[in-house]
């Protein structure tokens, strides 16, 4: 029998980045350092490489945002997924992962701050449901009941204006 690996660092705070001041830019990190477990594409195209606590101005990116950093919504990091140009054309920005939805499980719950926010899993889209917040950073909620168990492929991804996630 083949076990499934669980999903692994959904909260981002595995990072293995060193400490900057909050007022400086961290530069560019490879993603199994800054966002270990997850892969990334912008568009159709893999990244091996994110911004630590920068960003892009327009451009497609996805950055990793702490610590010690203002716009962190909780804990010690958050992603930043922005869409925008890249090669000439605009473009999602995701962030991907294979792993098991434990038995049982009825809700996927998190924290984005954009209302351009979308997640999938196995290939399906979750209706995601705004369930509370405060400011500009709110909860967002989907039922995945019916993916108890199964092993498949999640997605985080933006399609329009950028947005942070926890």
């Known amino acids: ?18 400490i900057i001041p909050s007022d400086e830019f961290g530069g560019i990190v490879p993603i199994a350092d800054g966002i270990p477990g997850w892969q990334g594409r912008l568009g159709s195209t893999p990244i091996n490489l994110v911004l630590h606590n920068s960003f892009n101005a327009g451009g497609a990116n996805i950055s990793i945002i702490g610590p010690n950093w203002q716009t962190v919504i909780e804990g010690q990091h958050s992603v930043y997924l922005q869409a925008g ?5 605009y473009v999602s920005a995701t962030l991907f992962q294979a792993g098991r939805i434990p038995d049982g499980t009825r809700s996927l719950l998190f ?27 709110r909860v967002y909620g989907a039922d995945i009941t019916e993916f108890a168990g199964a092993h498949g492929m999640a997605r985080v991804f933006v399609a329009g204006k950028s947005s942070r996630l926890q």
């Open 111 to 137: 924290s984005a701050w954009g209302s351009q926010i979308s997640a999938a899993f196995a290939g399906h889209t979750l209706p995601l449901f705004e369930i509370g917040g405060t400011g500009d950073d």
């Open 1 to 18: 029998m083949v076990m499934a690996q669980s999903f692994f660092n959904l909260n981002f705070e595995e990072a293995g980045l060193p």
């Open 85 to 89: 140009a890249l090669n000439g054309e």
